[in-house]
């Protein structure tokens, strides 16, 4: 064994592990291999991004956009609405007709487009037929799946494979190669689903047999049981405060869904709605949320004398004035959003702006050129001010001068930690002071010593006294939100929705680039003034404002919104989402229809009758795709999955580098020689079960790069078909079907259908075994060895 074999088995085996785990994207992953391997040494540096300019590569982008026109245009719209038509009643025929649609669908464009196609049409007819969308959706990816392992172009891996057998001067695989192996597997995992299958598959079920709409999303979510009705005391702060200023959200994790007043109920009001006292307020949360803000007791605030004011200013603790320069970067920012004490290390206690200081809270007041702050930390802190180009000037304050220019006594107040108070022992940090209130806790005193500008991690007692920064109005809000009263009865459901309001369960579309991003970041309210209730994710619903808002999104994540349902609709035509409402899908371009089946049809006989190279052909076909208006020229790039063409760039090098160095002759030898030893059945058997198990964590393009150059090396010493051995690694590579994570088709319908990782392996163990069998005593027939 080479030390070129011991690196390449080194980065296959990192490689695999951070596939499983995730700890890296894997187009990420697949970089690293790319310069491990060639500042290793064991490719050139030249060839290692000859991956990139592979055919398949261009192939693959090329049929993302064709597939892409197919469904702009309706074409696959079109196909979803005959199967609505021919379903009838029986639930046995919907799902053989909705796996031969998604199959046949899949084999002429991309699988994960056409699942997330059909998805809509899945829960309309689960809905119409009493159905759960769990007894549907499986079948769906399953036979997308399938599906895909009948053309070329039906996934990546043949397209791949296709390409590395050319390579070898064999020629590549002709467009319906795949069909026979293909269509057999595609009949074998429909008749399996529609006898035996289908009893293995979940029902999700509410505790209610009726398929309604409001009934499906109440239980699947918990709604009913997350619903609460709080009411507003007479003579309360919040009387007159809008939404915003109520901080219900950022202290509670509520969201408010509808107000009841006089008998009359506001669905949905407006971030500016103005509550008032003796308003029902229907929200969605927890009362131990409630529970725990009255637990923190009466802090008594009240606001600060000049002499107590002073004693702010000692030993190392100083007050300094420091003004924004003309070209700072902080202009147009405001203190809360730069985060201005980490960043400085100080404290912005007041602003002062034209000799004023503004009204509200000027933490989130946008700064400008010229603002006077005053700022409060440690003298050796501060000095270091004067090398920052964010400042023009740096002078010391007293406290007196202070508190008059800044009219500090607005701003700063003392509170009481009282007796048995929840925040007795618990940090700043998890009381969330700052953050729910925007009250800043500039001083502990307690009897055995004060703790200047305390660290978020400090602990507060019983009998601290806090010297906080921050607007009256906030306190006020806080001894507010401790009043609310909650009401006897419960809310239903079902008064929430109207003909303009209501819910929708939303999805992330295949192209999205949210994955990984929060809601916070992307603006979600903000942007569509909706109300996000909850995630499903992984046969769990999570609740929580404050929760969701830092819950980076994941692929197969279901979202349940609530708002006006003409946002709901504008949400519907983010390319980013997929609305799971019947009414709302986008508007296709069905005039256009006929001309992009034109297209795909010339496609497929340009490839199939090699008039045309395949790559060619397929970029021909995406070029007139676009110049016939199926595809806007803004949409082509949403439609390639960048992540997949690095994902199979950086792969490729691996599978250069696997062959140059020996390995796959090594394991070819070593591994699958072996089992040649006992018959080609077996052979057959081994090849397949290293794609299909590797393929249920690691991407199925990545297992084909992997375990292709193993087959080539074993037809090779074997003197064996090596057509044969690539088609085992075209079905092993595409059978993930004992796990969600090996195919975007599988996460796409986990948190619509509400399943669970056991339901895939239930499900999915017996086609698995079929599939194999199927590999060893048919797939020899038609690829003799």
């Given amino acids: 064994m080479t030390a070129d074999v011991i690196i390449v088995l080194a980065i296959v085996a990192v490689a695999v592990v951070l596939f499983v785990t995730e700890w890296v994207r894997y187009d990420g ?29 261009v192939t693959i982008a090329a049929v993302l956009v064709l597939s892409g026109g197919l469904y702009k245009t309706g074409v696959a719209n079109l196909v979803g609405a005959q199967v609505l038509r021919l379903a009838g009643d029986s639930p046995v025929r919907v799902t053989a007709l909705l796996m031969l649609t998604s199959g046949l669908m899949s084999g002429v464009m991309n699988n994960t487009a056409a699942v997330a196609l059909l998805i809509p049409v899945v829960i309309s007819i689960s809905r119409r037929l009493g159905m759960r969308p769990s007894r549907l959706l499986i079948p769906l990816s399953f036979a997308a799946l399938l599906g895909g392992m009948t053309t070329l172009i039906g996934t990546g891996p043949n397209i791949l494979l296709s390409s590395i057998l050319e390579r070898t001067g064999q020629g590549a695989f002709g467009f319906f190669a795949f069909t026979p192996v293909g269509a057999t597997a595609l009949t074998l995992g429909v008749l399996y689903v529609v006898v035996a299958g289908r009893h293995f598959l979940p029902d999700r079920s509410t505790g209610d047999d009726e398929g309604g709409d409001e009934i499906d999303l109440t239980g699947r979510y918990h709604l009913a049981e997350s619903l609460l009705m709080l009411r ?24 408010l869904l509808a107000v009841r007043r006089g008998g009359h109920l506001v669905r949905a009001p407006e971030r500016d709605f103005r509550l008032r006292s003796g308003d029902l307020l229907i929200v969605e949360g927890r009362i ?15 606001r600060e004398s000049n002499d107590a004011l002073g004693r702010l200013v000692k030993d190392a603790t100083v007050l300094a004035e420091v003004e924004i320069a003309e070209k700072s970067d902080l202009v147009g920012s405001t203190v809360q959003s730069i985060d201005f004490r980490n960043r400085f290390q100080a404290h912005v206690v007041a602003i002062r702006r034209g000799g004023q200081a503004p009204g509200g809270s000027f933490r989130t007041v946008q700064l400008e050129a010229g603002d006077a702050l005053l700022l409060l930390g440690r003298e050796d802190q501060l000095r270091q001010l004067r090398y920052a180009t964010e400042f023009t000037s740096i002078g010391w304050t007293d406290i007196g001068s202070a508190t008059e220019e800044y009219e500090l006594h607005r701003w700063l107040m003392r509170l009481h930690v009282p007796d048995g108070s929840w925040l007795d ?9 700052r953050g729910a209130f925007d009250l800043t806790v500039l001083e502990i005193e307690r009897e055995d010593g004060d703790i200047a500008l305390p660290h978020a991690a400090e602990r507060m007692r019983a009998g601290d006294r806090l010297i906080v920064e921050g607007a009256p109005a906030s306190f006020a809000v806080l001894e507010a939100l401790q009043a609310l009263v909650p009401a006897d009865e419960r809310p239903s459901v079902g008064e929430l929705e109207s003909e303009d309001v209501g819910f929708a369960e939303v999805t992330l579309a295949p192209s999205s680039d949210l994955v990984g991003k929060t809601l916070r970041e992307i603006l979600f309210r903000e942007s569509y003034g909706l109300n996000l209730l909850s995630i499903f ?40 989402f997929l609305v799971l409402h019947g009414q709302l899908h986008e508007v296709f371009r069905v005039h256009k229809a006929w001309i992009g089946s034109a297209i795909m049809v010339g496609f497929i006989l340009a490839s199939s009758l090699n008039l045309l190279p395949v790559y060619i052909a397929a970029l021909l076909g995406a070029l007139l795709m676009v110049c016939t208006g199926c595809v806007k020229g803004n949409e082509v790039y949403t439609f390639v999955e960048w992540r997949v063409v690095m994902l199979i760039g950086g792969m490729l090098a691996l599978g250069l580098a696997m062959e140059d160095s020996g390995t796959a002759e090594l394991i070819a030898r070593e591994v699958v020689g072996r089992a040649a030893e006992m018959g080609p059945r077996v052979l057959i058997a081994s090849l397949f079960l290293i794609c299909a198990l590797a393929a249920q964590f690691v991407p199925t393009s990545a297992v084909a790069v ?16 090596a057509r044969a051995l690539l088609m085992v690694v075209a079905v092993g590579s595409s059978c993930a079907f004992l796990s969600p994570f090996g195919h975007p088709v599988n996460l796409l319908v986990m948190g619509v259908g509400g399943y669970k990782v056991v339901d895939y392996t239930k499900v999915g163990a017996p086609l698995f075994l079929l599939t194999l069998l199927m590999v060893v005593f048919f797939l020899p027939i038609v690829w003799p060895l």
Avoid: C
């Fill in 537 to 576: 994710r992984g046969g769990r619903s999570f609740h929580s404002n404050i929760r969701i808002s830092r819950t980076a999104l994941e692929f197969g994540d279901a979202l349940l919104v609530y708002g006006n349902r003409k946002k709901i609709a504008l949400l519907a035509r983010d390319p980013r």
């Fill in 288 to 302: 131990e949320a409630l529970d725990r803000l009255r637990a923190w007791g009466h802090l008594a605030g009240h």
């Fill in 29 to 57: 992953v697949a970089l690293m291999v790319l310069l491990s391997l060639a500042i290793s040494g064991v490719i050139p540096m030249a060839r290692a991004i000859d991956g990139f300019a592979n055919p398949a590569v």
């Fill in 232 to 255: 507003i005391p007479p003579d309360s702060a919040l009387d007159g405060r809008s939404l915003v200023e109520a901080r219900l959200g950022q202290a509670l994790g509520y969201d």
């Fill in 425 to 433: 022992g618990r940090t700043l940090e998890a009381s969330r002071l």
């Fill in 706 to 721: 992997l375990v292709a150059p193993i087959a080539l090396s074993a037809a090779s010493e074997l003197d064996l078909s």
